[in-house]
């Protein structure tokens, strides 16, 4: 289930860059919070809750590196819990680097997302609006680079099978890099002949080319770019306006829990959980319309 | 209604003194499949490619092209782009862009066609031709088959009258031919489609085209229907030559000079069979005794083999036996991902077995070092030949192997001369290996590693994308090897071939080998995977496989009544 | 592959910090300083902390800094206190040890970490650079001058009256016209 990729590419990167530009520019641990959460709940619905899990084993110990490495940089702090080289280490720098780690965090776990829901060609769809030709080329680039792996561990291997270019010396294999990248240069080349011939066929270079895509932007779009607007709007406001600002030095800031500050959260929850709320929904209407059956 | 009108048409390549096409005439009706056929270098592409205006090559013509009346220098771009749609060999190098659903667009996209209606056309046709299942999928990940769908789709949904294709299946497994011819005729039979087809493998286009061309040296032979152009074939002064590639069936009738009307499927060879040789005194061949067995050691012999690609992915080799004598001509059938190539690579030393145990001339293959494997051992000719080659010429290739090999200057020069004379390549050595035709490169490449002088030669589909003239060439060449002392085993899809050239057979199934029967046993038993002859002929006779086979014993049995 | 360098990064971080001689103390040894006493013998500095000027720029302060626990409502942080001066002292080791003693939070950066070859204070008693607008900083006098140079580089003499004071201005609001900012 997929629910959120259906969106139009243009609601998509909408959001990730809000999502991005929201978690990279506050260090607030609640909105942080949200931030990591929904990242790491819609990666878990993207793939499989157990490759979340996997790559938890990486990001928990990057998290603690981030977070014990601030300390040593950063003195600053009305708590210090021990002092190293005649430096305190306090209790305030060490909450500030866990809370730059779940920025960082975040943003991978988001920039993780990206890769699976914005793919190629709904970026091409994007930015080949401005520059069809630039589009164009890069669809064949994309299309061309597989060929072109697959191609030269094809003849390596051949290569291999000869008895060249497999001996232990670091020159000779060198040389037969060499002349297998010159053969597939040659090869290249006489693809692109066809390929060349096979767009010209197709009536490449007829006047006013047109730039087809298979997404269409329908109201559903035009609502979800809506809402979004105004999340991101309100999030920014109490940004802006150091409703939802926190800081760490010299005392850690108590959490302010005025109607302001709850509803500036509630707002940017509500950003940072959509896609996850969406396909939970999704997965909900789907069994219910199943159990209808 | 006349598409196109060919009059008077010559045309020489720029350099060449013998002109390709020699005053050809031709109309091509609204409406027709016209299949055009002929030994290689006949012209036939060159025809086809001089019909699109886009890719006619460069050199001198004579003579003149209407389409629907029209001078071809005078067609309108749009209609030229659009109405003639063109589909080349190779499936890999006609796909332009990443995606499945922009590669279908792109056409409709240079034309220049609102989006609305890119998507209506775009959509008819990826339902038509089945792509829908993988329509959101990237190019390289198809397999040759779809790719060359795809290629045909993506031309079909400019709307052509008429669709010209150059040998479209010969890179195509037979399964991937099959569904795609069969696409062409429904395209032809339901849509009203004109068909210009180039073709080597005629066992199926054959029945169902309206027009047979049959070329040769730049000339039109014959232009008539499939019957009766098969009928005129065996009349033909060099008909030997010119009926390599044709269906069983007409081979049969002509090679029995039979009269009436030819046959051109198995049912109607069957029936012309039964009608015409009833007489069934002799039913068998003997097959001649092969070299007594087990006397040397076996040139391969695997125990056990168990691989697979990667830890979680299923085993491709289960448990593998297989055992081939020295001096044999070994051919392993199967369907497309039963581990053929998998289970060369792991005799020849690219994938390591994770269980069980190959060796080779009684010396396991672990125990070899370095490149002694490679060495007067076993040599391995991939299914794409053109990736053996890595320098500006086949000479310079043939070289490296030489100094690789340590041999002399003279030494080498005569080594090369003589393997070049024997694989009929003396005169392409200084050609660019990527300038020969499919044929001349795999017998340069078979060249290139037989310099390393194996005694074990593995080919891998050695028949893909080759002409028929250039398989009976290769079967010769492997039957003179063979004589020489060196065992061959071949993994391959093409039934015909190894029924004439194999000394034994044997099936992959489900990653493992299947008993290995002589061919005429083998064949004869099967149903569905043996070749056209043995299906025209089993009710018959018992064990004929070949067209020759059944010339032979129905000539035995007193020739036709 | 990425888990492996990551742990590698980590056990090289460790290793680095304990082969750098670590010195680990806690929070009451650190403070547990000795002053030298004043004997009618030894030559002394006397060294101040003060930070009106915030008082007059209150608005540019930091909103987690207005707080009287931050900026005392006189802007004393250090009343003017007399230390013995030990040889070739320089204004940084007299401030060193004048907050160890009274538990003043500092935070400098090493004279290794920047181009002035010289010990930069970045905060005192939690106020940093910046923490009162764009132009506010620590700088000191000593004599009533402002050196041109950094405060590790300037050794003392006895008698010499240390002044560190905050600027909001750099340097302006504490009579300093020139363009730098000494207190560097």
Known sequence: MKAFSNFHPLVLFFYFISVLLLTMFTLHPVL????????VLFASMLETPRAVLVSLGFYVPMFLLIAVTNPLFSHNGVTPLFFMNDNPVTLEAILYGAAAAGMVISVMYWCRCYNTVVTSDKFLYLFGKLIPKLSLILSMALRFVPLFKAQVKKISRIQKTMGLYSSESKVDRLRGGFRVFSAIVTWSLENAVDTAASMRARGYGLPGRSNYSIYRFTPRDGAALGILAVL?????????????????????????????????????????????????????????????? | MELFSIKDLSFTYPDEAQKVLNSVNLTVSEGEFMVVCGPSGCGKTTLLRLLKRELSPHGKREGEIRYLGTLQEELDDRVSAGEIGFVMQNPENQVVTDKVWHELAFGLENLGLPNGEIRRRVGEMASFFGINRWFDRKTSELSGGQKQLLNLASVMVMQPRVLILDEPTSQLDPVGAAEFITTLHKLNRDLGLTILLVEHRLEEVFAIADKAVVMDRGRVLFNDTPRTVGGLLRD??????????????????????????????????????KAHASNQACRRIEDGELKPLGKELPAVQTKELWFRYERNLPDVLKGLYLTVEQGEIFAVLGENGSGKSTMLRAISGQNAAYRGKVELFGKKLQSYKGTELYRHNVAFLPQDPQSVFLKPTVKQDFQEICSAMGYEKQEAEGVVARLAEQLEISALLDRHPYDLSGGEQQRAALCKVLLLRPRLL???????????????????????LQQQGITTIMVTHDVEFAASCADRCAMLFHGEIMDAERPREFFSTNTFYTTAASRISRTLYENTVTVEDVVELCSRNGGLQ | ???????????????????????????????????????????????????????KNWDDLDPSLQSEEFVPSDGVILPPTEYVLRPGDTVFDILERAVRYNKIQMEYQ????????????????????????PLSGWMYRVNGEFPLYGCSRYELKDGDVIEWVYTCDLGRDVGNDWKEEAGS
């Open chain 2, 236 to 273: 033909c002064p060099e008909k030997g030559r010119m009926l390599l590639g044709m269906p069983s069936a007409v081979r049969i009738f002509s090679g029995l000079n039979a009269t009436g009307a030819c046959p051109l499927t198995v049912k109607e060879g069957r029936l012309f069979l």
């Open chain 1, 32 to 39: 942080l919070f949200f931030s990591l959460l929904g990242a």
């Open chain 3, 1 to 55: 592959m990425k888990k492996d360098l990551l742990a590698l990064g980590f056990v090289l971080l460790i290793v680095a910090v304990l082969l750098s001689g670590t010195k680990f103390q806690t929070v009451e040894e650190y403070y547990l300083t000795h002053i030298d006493d004043i004997t009618p013998e030894s030559e002394t500095v006397t060294v101040s902390i003060e930070c009106s000027n915030i008082l």
């Open chain 2, 458 to 480: 593995l080919l891998d589909e050695p028949t893909k994308g080759i002409d028929a003239y250039a398989k009976n060439t290769l079967e010769q060449i492997l039957k003179e």
């Open chain 1, 232 to 293: 991101l709007g309100g999030s920014l406001w109490g940004m802006k306006t150091k409703v939802l600002e926190f800081s760490y030095y010299p005392r850690v800031a108590a959490l302010s829990l005025t109607p302001v500050v709850l509803a500036g959260y509630a707002v940017v929850s509500a950003l940072m959980f959509l896609p996850f709320l969406i396909e939970v929904k999704e997965n909900l209407v789907w069994n219910y319309f199943r159990s209808k059956i």
């Open chain 3, 110 to 133: 090493g004279a290794d970490q920047n181009i002035y070859k010289s010990v930069y204070i970045q905060g005192i008693h939690y106020l940093y650079e910046f923490s009162c607008g």
